[in-house]
T-cell receptor, first 111, second 112 residues
């Protein structure tokens, strides 16, 4: 099993550009999550999903969108990138709501 | 919403036992206590989870007193590779997965 995979690993965006962060898991987990982590801080939940077709907002959803068309994939869309979205983004999945498996992260810089 | 409080940082030496305590005074009846470890430039990794008393696995032990208002992660005989940030989380099915909050964690530095 590859576990949770994320692409790209690094990305630099200009203000106002858009992009999609990809996340996939091969563990047949129903629950998937997107977090962001700013330097020296803990993780903040952006969006989560309890299964294909079902998503909901977390703590910091503004400026982001998600979709969950399959069990395996949970892409995160950034529209109109802003410097405040410079962060490391982690995707995670779990069989149960509390024990999560994390991907390697995407380091995003918005200039 | 169960908030957790941990020490910001700790220092230890190789071969010592390290205990990291987490306070969660308003833990709900159905909440579990979960600890994650995070190395630089990596995602957090699940270490251990418990509900009450003591849980032990190949990596760590988790001690939870009867009132469940705190918990202690115990790392036996740490090595340099245990240098990481350790997060304590409280939550579970009834509390709602969207309410799992990662605090700033405890930065453990293990010295030779």
């Amino acid at each position: 099993n590859a576990g949770v995979t994320q692409t790209p690993k690094f990305r630099i965006l200009k203000i106002g550009q858009s992009m999609t962060l990809q996340c996939a898991q091969d563990m047949n987990h129903n629950y998937m999550y997107w977090y962001r982590q700013d330097p020296g801080m803990g993780l903040k939940l952006i969006y989560y999903s309890v299964g294909a077709g079902i998503t909901d907002k977390g703590e910091v959803p503004n400026g982001y969108n998600v979709s969950r068309s399959t069990t395996e994939d949970f892409p995160l869309r950034l529209e109109l990138a802003a410097p405040s979205q410079t962060s490391v983004y982690f995707c995670a999945s779990s069989h149960e709501p509390d024990t999560q498996y994390f991907g390697p992260g995407t380091r995003l810089t918005v200039l | 919403l169960a908030k957790t409080t941990q020490p910001i940082s700790m220092d230890s030496y190789e071969g010592q036992e390290v205990n990291i305590t987490c306070s969660h005074n308003n833990i709900a009846t159905n909440d579990y206590i979960t600890w994650y470890q995070q190395f630089p430039s990596q995602g957090p990794r699940f270490i251990i989870q418990g509900y009450k008393t003591k849980v032990t696995n190949e990596v760590a032990s988790l001690f939870i007193p009867a009132d469940r208002k705190s918990s202690t992660l115990s790392l036996p005989r740490v090595s340099l590779s245990d240098t990481a940030v350790y997060y304590c989380l409280v939550g579970g099915f009834v509390s709602g997965y969207n309410k799992l909050i990662f605090g700033a964690g405890t930065r453990l530095a293990v010295h030779p």
